[in-house]
């Protein structure tokens, strides 16, 4: 089973990111989960958000406390959260950022094996026109893990989003899964 936390704040969709990745895999023939944890439910408030996929049923019902993955969708969340914490050995963090790999490693709490960057607000602004990044982060997601094809990412998203937003969506995921770089640390 992979298990993927994601941390975004209130309004930049990491819930439905999470939602969209399930569904992704769900295409895929696997079994999924995908589930938020609120705290205080306001936009801009630190949110996180769960998948879980497995080529098995899955029974576990609590949230995430040991990720295999995580999933950084504002990295001034960096300055102020533990996005490490439980990280599994060997686990991956993939992060929106424009900052270098270094920067990124200094604001870590714990190193991981391997680390994803990519600019996923630029890439949404330019074809979205707003700064909302969770189906941008999901072509990171598809290209880093390789847990979900990017074809299928596609497809959920324009489950998603009808017509022209879904498109947009998509090309995002698309052009984000070209320009992230993985790192094995």
Request: net charge negative; charged share 25%; glycine share 10%.
């Amino acid at each position: 089973m992979i298990e993927i936390r994601f941390h975004g704040r209130g309004g930049q969709g990491a819930v439905t990111a999470a939602n969209i990745l399930a569904e992704g895999a769900f295409l895929e023939g696997k079994y999924v989960q995908a589930f938020p944890f609120f705290g205080v439910e306001r936009r801009g408030a630190p949110v996180t958000a769960f998948t879980r996929i497995d080529e098995r049923p899955i029974r576990i019902k609590t949230q995430i406390y040991e990720p295999d993955v995580v999933v950084v969708l504002d990295p001034s969340l960096l300055d102020t959260v533990d996005v490490t914490a439980g990280l599994k050995e060997g686990g991956m963090v993939i992060i929106n950022t424009e900052k270098s790999k270094e920067e990124v490693l200094e604001k870590l709490k714990k190193k991981p094996a391997k680390l994803a960057l990519v600019d996923a607000t630029t890439i949404a602004l330019e074809i979205l026109g707003l700064p909302i990044t969770n189906t941008s982060i999901l072509g990171a997601v598809a290209k880093a893990t390789g847990v979900v094809k990017i074809e299928s990412v596609e497809e959920a998203i324009k489950d998603t989003f009808s017509g022209e937003l879904g498109e947009k969506n998509a090309k995002a995921a698309r052009e984000a899964f070209g320009k992230t770089t993985v790192y094995e640390l």
